[in-house]
């Protein structure tokens, strides 16, 4: 796999902080893998997340270099970014079909009819029940989970080839935390895009993730294939978060999820 984006030395400062939220980091995002991002709560995890997409705040300091290999990307159209918290992604007061079909009208140039139909075959394939009535439904008349499956239709909608999740599913419960971390899994595979998963839970990313990258403080602690890390970890925190963990001797949810 060659590398879609090689980042050197990436450094984020968000304004009016003196402590840098990410430094130093060297890591090579390979095309069509599934990247896990790991790390406890303030490692660095959103800011790397919202570094590669573009989408720091203003004021943010960006020190080192993104280079891709695909030309400079453009959030909504070549990368998908999905939210911890589908509520707040979402529009209280615009449709779903509307929500889903906007990105894909903007970035894709489809007329109102074409949008409508993208977003009913995004809603189909996120197994959203009754796409079709979905379509009218507010986000309010949706379950969480549906919810999610709403956002990754609607960040899916305008065919990026990278996604970009960022701890997608820890406003769920366990079961459809499973499901959607299923349904990621087999969207990616399906439409042969690069995955970057975030999240704090490294039993979740084991189930799936091709390479995990481990970050601390800021930093990145150690990365590699996620078998070989999780057999094999090179750095004592790595080993302490695998060993904290209760759930890593159990299957991952993911298998447990119906494949
Ligand atoms: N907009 C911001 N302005 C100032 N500091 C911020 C901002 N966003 C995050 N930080 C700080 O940057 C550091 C890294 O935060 P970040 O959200 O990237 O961590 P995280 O690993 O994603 O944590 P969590 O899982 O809790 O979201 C933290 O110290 C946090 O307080």
């Known amino acids: 796999m060659t590398a879609l984006c090689e980042i050197r030395q990436l450094a984020v400062t968000y304004r009016g902080e003196t402590m840098p939220a990410l430094k130093g980091i060297d890591l090579d995002i390979l095309g069509g893998e599934r990247l896990a991002i790991i790390g406890e709560s303030g490692s660095g995890k959103s800011t790397f997340a ?135 899994d087999e969207l990616v595979r399906e439409g042969g895009m690069t995955l970057v998963f975030v999240t704090h839970d490294i039993a979740l990313a084991s189930g799936f993730a091709d390479r995990v990258a481990i970050f601390r403080d800021g930093m990145l602690v150690e990365t590699g294939a996620t078998g070989k890390v999780l057999a094999k970890p090179q750095a004592a925190y790595t080993a302490a978060l695998i060993a904290s963990h209760r759930d890593l001797a159990t299957p991952p949810l993911i298998r447990e999820a119906g494949r």
């Not at 906007?102 to 489809?110: M, P, Y």
């Not at 995004?122 to 956002?151: C, N, T, W, Y």
């Not at 909608?157 to 999740?165: E, F, K, S, T, W």
């Open 50 to 184: 919202r570094a590669l997409a573009g989408l720091l705040p203003d004021g943010a300091v960006v020190a080192g270099s993104l280079r891709w290999s695909t030309g400079q990307p453009r959030a909504g159209r070549d990368i998908g970014f999905v939210f911890q918290d589908p509520s707040a992604s979402l529009n209280p007061v615009l449709t779903i079909g509307e929500q889903v079909a906007e990105g894909a009208r903007r970035h894709l140039g489809l007329s109102r009819r074409q949008g409508e139909a993208r977003a009913l075959e995004m809603l189909e394939r996120v197994h959203i029940p009754d796409p079709a009535k979905a379509l009218g439904a507010f986000p309010h008349q949706l379950s969480g989970g549906q919810r999610q499956r709403v956002a990754i239709a609607a960040a899916l909608a305008a065919r990026p080839g990278l996604l970009i999740a960022d701890e997608p599913t820890s406003a769920l419960d366990m079961v459809v935390q499973a499901e959607i971390v299923a349904l990621l």
